[in-house]
């Protein structure tokens, strides 16, 4: 790893791992761990929910953009939310400063694990389905992604490793 590419980011589909294996990976490379959405919660002292209820999903990005470009860290690694992909100015600044890695999960394993679609602070337009969402972000996690670990059918130890030697190569 470069030494300006001090941290991990982790970037995917809500369900696609990025907290769980955030923390072990974070705990099996000795650095530090965020996770961008309780970033966001405690700086705007309300839930991804509440915020998407009161401003929308394009305010939910914007407040998520600028949470993202006001992160400064070194020796951490990062899960993003699912959004984080759709500002540019932000995912230009993660890569600067990281590896982006891509949980790559297919839509029957991201819908086999979460249930609660409606109230987990999903930004995307009222009128878009969770299919178009998934098929819409998956060319803008390609886009950024240095990294691609295929995890449908792997655990999270086995994503974790997955990770660990795609970043030794």
């Known amino acids: 790893m470069k030494p300006t590419h001090c941290n991990i980011v982790l970037i995917g589909m809500p369900g696609a791992g990025k907290s769980t294996v955030g923390v072990i990976l974070a705990k099996r490379t000795a650095r530090d761990f965020v996770d961008t ?3 966001i ?3 705007e002292k309300r839930s991804l929910q509440e915020i998407l209820d009161a401003d929308g999903y394009l305010g939910l990005r914007r407040i998520e953009e600028r949470v993202l470009l006001s992160m400064e860290l070194c020796g951490h690694v990062i899960a ?3 959004s984080a992909v759709y500002s540019d100015a932000a995912m230009d600044h993660l ?3 990281g590896i982006v890695v891509f949980l790559d999960v297919d ?3 991201i819908k086999s694990r979460v249930t609660d679609f409606d109230s987990r602070g999903i930004a995307k337009r009222a009128d ?3 299919e178009a969402l998934f098929e819409e972000r998956r060319v803008l ?3 950024y992604a240095d990294i691609t670990i295929d995890g449908a059918r ?3 130890d086995q994503v974790c490793e997955g990770i660990r030697a795609a970043l030794a190569r």
């Open 37 to 39: 959405d309780l970033l």
């Open 41 to 43: 919660q405690k700086t």
């Open 80 to 82: 993003t939310g699912g």
């Open 95 to 97: 890569r600067r400063v």
């Open 107 to 109: 839509l029957d394993a």
């Open 128 to 130: 878009q389905s969770f």
């Open 141 to 143: 996690y390609r886009k």
């Open 154 to 156: 792997l655990n999270q």
